[in-house]
């Protein structure tokens, strides 16, 4: 089955600075790559997504890129800002009949003010 | 819209007792999933439903636990017996279409503590 793998697991940058998160998957079916951020006591909700017939996608300080020979994807975020700070999650989904949908294990992101 | 509308937020029951955890997905969403996330394990799916048929239920730790979906507007998770090894922040979520990916819509959780 799906297995997706996410790092790094905590990150911390200065406010202002980019924060990187990467994603492996292992089933190349999967076709649908969603990132959802998570704060505390809260619902993981949708920030940005990408498909697999795109390379990159950008939404304004978001962006994400996929790599499917490598089967890596990223999200980028550039000028964070304490409101930044959650825990972020990869997901990909395969559809079989119906598109299950794996998540990675959470990047917590902290940005120092 | 109200979203997807879990009950109850909160359940704090005793080792042995049957828990069971309400969903009802957002109108018009025809897929239906039952995550469960801890600090250890993270987000972790048990089972998920397509025109309330179950599709994949791989996840489900064990027998102890089923789900149910008896219509497209309510699902059901059940632990018997519960443990506290089941404590947990159990989310559901829904999504529309099938054809292709699209986003899902949490819940807002049942954190459930089994003493």
């Known amino acids: 089955g799906e297995n997706v793998e996410q790092h790094p697991s905590t990150l911390s940058v200065q406010e202002g600075d980019s924060a990187v998160i990467k994603c492996t998957y292992s089933d190349s079916a999967s076709n649908y790559f969603p990132w959802y951020k998570q704060e505390l006591g809260k619902r993981p909700q949708l920030i940005i997504d990408?498909?697999?017939?795109?390379g990159e996608k950008k939404d304004q300080r978001i962006a994400v890129t996929l790599n499917k020979t490598a089967k890596h994807f990223s999200l980028h975020i550039t000028e964070t800002q304490p409101e930044d700070s959650a825990v972020y999650f990869c997901?990909?989904?395969?559809?079989?009949?119906?598109?299950?949908?794996?998540f990675g294990a959470g990047t917590r992101l902290f940005v120092k003010a | 819209d109200a979203g997807v509308i879990q009950s109850p937020r909160h359940e704090v029951t005793e080792m042995g007792q049957e828990v069971t955890l309400r969903c009802k997905p957002i109108s018009g969403h025809n897929s239906l999933f039952w995550y469960r996330q801890t600090m250890m394990r993270g987000l972790e799916l048990l089972i998920y439903f397509n025109n309330n048929v179950p599709i994949d239920d791989s996840g489900m730790p064990e027998d102890r636990f089923s789900a149910k979906m008896p219509n497209a507007s309510f699902s059901t998770l059940k632990i018997q017996p519960s443990e506290p090894r089941d404590s947990a922040v159990y989310f559901c979520?829904?999504?529309?279409?099938?054809?292709?990916?699209?986003?899902?819509?949490f819940g807002q959780g049942t954190r459930l503590t089994v003493v």
């Open positions: 997901a990909a989904s395969i559809g079989t009949g119906g598109f299950k949908t794996i």
């Open positions: 990408i498909r697999s017939n795109v």
């Open positions: 979520a829904s999504r529309r279409g099938q054809g292709t990916g699209t986003e899902a819509f």
